[in-house]
């Protein structure tokens, strides 16, 4: 009678094995920050954050990984819809190149993407030409964080639009809807939570991106010099207080820019539930 049968226990280990994991890999660390980061003065966290380059550096790291994610959100969602709605020649080939920012070393995708964009690069040469340089410039910035986060949207909205009701588009269709209706009515009402997470996760991405992004950053403290590197650079000069604040303070504005991304997801979901 006071035996628990076996598949009663199995959810409850369950849940003790993601509480465990969690603790560990997450809480932790993130509460050690925050004790860190307690013992610092806002007078000292003040003066810090008051550095040109420091400011710098935030203004560049959270604009820069915006623009990317929505460069990404936008570019993303057609690729998807290509992939999902259309059957042509080397579709499998481009479905499985998507994925290749996912396994690539950062530091690899660094030192290539430096490599076709840098003066003399493939790519380079072209833009040399016309007067615009990339690599070595926040351009390069740009152009990695686009690499690193573009997965994220497809592979969060390609579900989503493989799951989407084509009936609803053939009756709009049928009833005399144009093709701009029934995407503003129809589709992306439907595929906007995806749309969001999809740009949630490229935008972290971007604010953490260190090792692609180092190789054609340039690294210019006031011009192309990003956050993350600036707490490495901290750290290898034995600033621990200064590393933990940038860091902490970095944490908790990704923090409340992610929570406003997820309610405005959560707002989304529930008017068109």
Known sequence: MGRTHPSRRRPLFTLSLGLL?????????????????????????????????????????????????????????????????YRFPGRRLLDALVDLPFTLPTAVAGIALAGLYAPDGWIGRLFDAAGIQIAYTPKGIFVALVFVGLPFVIRTVAPALENLDR????????????????????????????????????????????????????????????????????????????ATALALGMLVISFVFLLAINLLQRWQTKTHA
């Open 167 to 242: 009936t609803l588009e053939e009756a709009a269709h049928c009833l005399g809807a144009s093709p701009f209706y029934i995407f503003r009515r129809i589709q992306l009402p439907a595929l906007l939570p995806a749309l969001l997470t999809g740009f949630t996760m490229a935008f972290a991405r971007g604010l953490g991106e260190y090792g692609s992004v180092i190789f054609i950053a340039g690294n210019q403290p006031g011009e192309s010099e990003i956050l993350p590197l600036l707490i490495v650079s901290r750290l290898e000069t034995y600033d621990f207080k200064g």
């Open 21 to 85: 994991y969690l603790t560990l890999i997450v809480l932790i660390p993130v509460c050690a920050l925050v004790l860190r980061g307690a013992s610092l003065s806002l007078a000292e966290v003040a003066a810090l954050f008051r550095d040109r380059n420091v400011l710098s550096a935030c203004r560049l790291t959270f604009g820069i990984s915006l623009l990317a994610a929505l460069f990404n959100m936008v570019t993303g969602f057609m690729t998807a819809w290509v992939l999902v709605r």
